[in-house]
């Protein structure tokens, strides 16, 4: 959130750097694999050069993934996915006809996992909205908007959206209601 005033903005990318550097040795022992989505040319230098150094250094990590997003967009992600797809129909790589769903979703930042669409995007501060956020990807996750500020978001509100989401029934775009056949 670039619009933030100065002194905020350096302090997220402060607490971002600094948790690369005191986190990796978890990441590492536990086996998680970390991936930074977004539009990584707007950070400093030396957050690429550490955010280059996670990914690095855990991709071959099975155990979880995460994804971290910073200075992402649903529509900055859409539009990079459609230039690139546009270059490759401009250079004879691919025609205008294999343009589909699946190849939009290999452009995407989240072709990095396994599992690009979130069952469940929880959503704190008391905004109820998705704030541009991975705008394709969550086209049928189900949402949990929670009160709590996001430092204060803790395992109470957590069981309170998995609770939420275990009652809900999912169709994935479809109309079937649930028994119909």
Not at 14 to 37: A, C, D, P
Not at 64 to 69: D, G, N, P, Y
Not at 70 to 93: E, P
Request: charged fraction near 30%; charge should be negative; proline fraction near 4%.
């Amino acid at each position: 959130n670039w619009v933030r005033p100065k002194g905020e903005v350096e302090f997220i990318m402060n607490l971002l750097e600094k948790g690369l550097q005191s986190q990796m040795e978890t990441f590492m022992r536990q086996g998680i694999r970390v991936s930074i989505i977004g539009d990584l040319s707007k950070l400093p230098p030396s957050i690429q050069k550490w955010i280059a150094q996670a990914e690095e250094k855990t991709k071959d990590n099975t155990r979880l993934h995460l994804i971290v997003a910073v200075s992402y967009s649903g529509k900055y992600d859409i539009t990079k996915a459609c230039r690139s797809i546009a270059q490759k129909v401009k250079d004879g790589l691919i025609q205008v006809e294999d343009v589909n769903e699946e190849l939009i979703e290999r452009e995407l930042e989240t072709k990095c996992t396994q599992f690009p669409h979130p069952d469940l995007l929880i959503r704190t501060s008391g905004e109820v909205r998705i704030s541009n956020f991975l705008l394709w990807q969550v086209a049928y996750t189900e949402l949990f908007f929670s009160r709590a500020l996001w430092p204060d978001f803790g395992e109470e509100e957590f069981a309170e959206a998995l609770r939420s989401f275990q009652q809900r029934n999912s169709r994935f775009g479809t109309r079937d209601l649930p028994g119909s056949s």
